[in-house]
C-alpha cells in the first residue's frame, strides 16, 4: 500500500515540475514588478545571480547536459512504463509475467523519481557556486 502511495506521489512529482520550473526561472525583478536594471533598482532589490560562469552558471554546460540527459532518460522511463502495462496485459495471469511487469513499471517509477531529483539537486548546487 505504501509503495502504491510513493508511486502516485512521485508521479504527480513529475507531471507536476515543469509547471513549477517555468515559475522558478523567470526572470528576477523587483518588489514593483519592474524588470531589473530597468527604474533605477539596485542588484539588492532584485537578487539578480552574481556570476554568468559558461560552465557552472545558471545556463551553463553542466545544467544544459543534466537537463538533455534528463529528458532522454525521462522518455525512457514513460516508454518503459507503457512496456511494462502492455507486459501485465498480456500476462494472461501468469503469476511470473505479472510480477515481471509490475516491476518494469514500479522501476521506471522510481527512474523518473530518481531523474527529477538530480536535476533538483543540480540546479540548487549550481545557484549556490
Given at each position: 500500500?505504501?509503495?502504491k502511495y510513493l508511486c502516485v506521489g512521485a508521479l504527480i512529482c513529475v507531471i507536476a515540475w515543469p509547471v513549477i520550473w517555468p515559475a522558478t526561472t523567470a526572470a528576477a525583478s523587483n518588489l514593483f514588478g519592474q524588470p531589473c536594471g530597468q527604474g533605477g533598482t539596485s542588484s539588492v532589490v532584485c537578487n539578480t545571480p552574481a556570476s554568468s560562469n559558461p560552465v557552472a552558471g545558471p545556463n551553463g554546460i553542466i545544467v544544459k547536459v543534466t537537463r538533455i540527459v534528463a529528458v532522454f532518460g525521462g522518455a525512457i522511463a514513460v516508454i518503459m512504463m507503457i512496456?511494462?502495462?502492455i507486459m501485465y496485459v498480456l500476462s494472461a495471469g501468469d503469476a511470473n509475467k505479472v510480477n515481471t511487469a509490475k516491476d518494469t513499471i514500479l522501476y521506471a517509477a522510481v527512474g523518473l523519481?530518481?531523474?527529477a531529483l538530480a536535476q533538483a539537486i543540480v540546479v540548487?548546487?549550481?545557484d549556490r557556486i
Open positions: 500500500m505504501l509503495r512496456v511494462g502495462g523519481l530518481i531523474i540548487f548546487v549550481v
